[in-house]
């Protein structure tokens, strides 16, 4: 179950974090990977590390941000059977403090990123069909604090995911997003490191314990759900938001 053998995945943000733990699992499970990420040292190590193991992947060092850049690496591909999009970047502040310059940034990326990928990766997806996955997260669906432009391109993700899910049935092109709450990434440490100063245990354990489960999430659960949302396993499922969150949406009352 859960194979991906034959199939060509493109993972954004493929560096690091979340995207580089999906694209180890899809090369473990047979898939082809494009590793595109804009740091072309991480999407090397990336690349290196699935090499190593026997996988077969390729770089495509790029911002998601730029469309012309995009749709020049993914349109001499031969296939592309499966897109996830995970690249993203965060942003902290209120609708009063949120600059437009940063808020411009958040869209560009994190919106504008997403849209641009699609674009360029359904001319494959459309011939022979399938699959989608934007990582969105719990941002979009709950209100946290000083997160506005953060949710508001997290929100947006989940109605692209939507749009694109309904629009594309007829071509058999599945799309889906997942939601996660507090992942353990470096984004993480370096964001304790840079607000918190010598008190980086301290707040790692109290982010980690508004996740009702107690923990912060791991890059390969996430990972492991991405996995099955674009295998052949999850074909009867299109149109969804996954939350994988550790009760933070349901349970944290």
Do not use: W
Not at 91 to 115: C, L, M, P, Q, W
Not at 176 to 186: A, K, L, Q
Not at 192 to 213: H, S, V
């Amino acid at each position: 179950m859960f194979e991906l053998k034959g199939k060509t995945a493109i993972i954004t943000g493929a560096g690091s974090g979340i995207g580089k733990a999906i694209a180890i699992l899809f090369a473990k499970q047979g898939a082809q990977v494009g590793i595109m990420d804009i740091n072309e040292e991480q999407a090397a190590a990336t690349l290196d590390e699935i090499k190593s193991n026997g996988g077969d992947a390729f770089s495509l060092v790029c911002s998601v941000a730029d469309a012309a850049a995009v749709k020049k690496a993914m349109e001499p591909l031969e296939k592309i059977d499966i897109l996830v999009n995970s690249a993203g970047i965060s942003h902290i502040g209120r609708a009063d403090n949120t600059s437009e310059e940063d808020f411009d940034r958040i869209y560009i990326v994190n919106v504008k990123g997403v849209f641009n990928c699609i674009q360029a990766a359904l001319p494959h997806l459309r011939k022979k069909g399938g699959v989608i996955l934007n990582l969105a997260s719990v941002a979009g669906n709950v209100g946290l604090a000083d997160r506005f432009a953060y949710s508001m391109s997290k929100g947006a993700v989940i109605g692209i995911t939507l749009s694109v899910a309904k629009d594309y049935l007829a071509d058999n092109v599945r799309c889906n997003c997942i939601s996660p709450g507090r992942v353990h990434t470096p984004f993480v440490d370096n964001f304790l490191a840079k607000n918190y100063p010598g008190r980086e245990q301290e707040m790692f354990d109290k982010l980690a314990k508004t996740q009702p489960i107690g923990r912060m999430g791991k890059p390969e659960e996430i990972a492991g759900l991405a996995l099955y949302l674009c295998s052949d396993e999850a074909s009867f499922i299109t149109g969804t938001d996954y939350p994988i969150d550790g009760g933070f949406i349901k349970l944290n009352t």
